[in-house]
């Protein structure tokens, strides 16, 4: 199992971001997948996850609104398209496979004027 996160930066306050996680190694089409963050000092969360035909997404209350997580079942990719940031968002984020224990090595996004 691979996962390939691409997509991070820095980018002002109000900004936007695509995050994108290309699969590979299973059946992406039969599995859901998810988004975490880790912040510097706190644990590991939970931001979006999104079910294998993609039409069941849920998300963290504090994203909800400006976070839309999706898939290309297709390409074997799950995005994460986030617009209004705030420096809290600031975090690594990863893609995961859930239940697998597999995750992406992360890419950084940090928001900051």
């Known amino acids: 199992v691979q996962l390939v996160e691409s997509g991070g930066g820095l980018v002002q306050p109000g900004g936007s971001l695509r995050l994108s996680c290309v699969a590979s190694?299973?059946?992406?089409?039969?599995?859901?997948m998810s988004w975490y963050r880790q912040a510097p000092g706190k644990e590991r969360e939970l931001v979006a996850n999104?079910?294998?035909?993609?039409?069941?997404?849920n998300y963290l209350n504090s994203v909800r609104g400006r976070f839309t997580i999706s898939r290309d079942n297709a390409k074997r990719t799950v995005s994460l398209q986030m617009n209004s940031l705030k420096p809290e968002d600031t975090a690594v984020y990863y893609c995961n496979l859930p239940r697998s224990g597999y995750w992406g090595q992360g890419t950084q996004v940090t928001v900051s004027s």
């Open positions: 190694g299973f059946t992406f089409s039969s599995s859901a």
């Open positions: 999104i079910n294998s035909v993609g039409n069941v997404r």
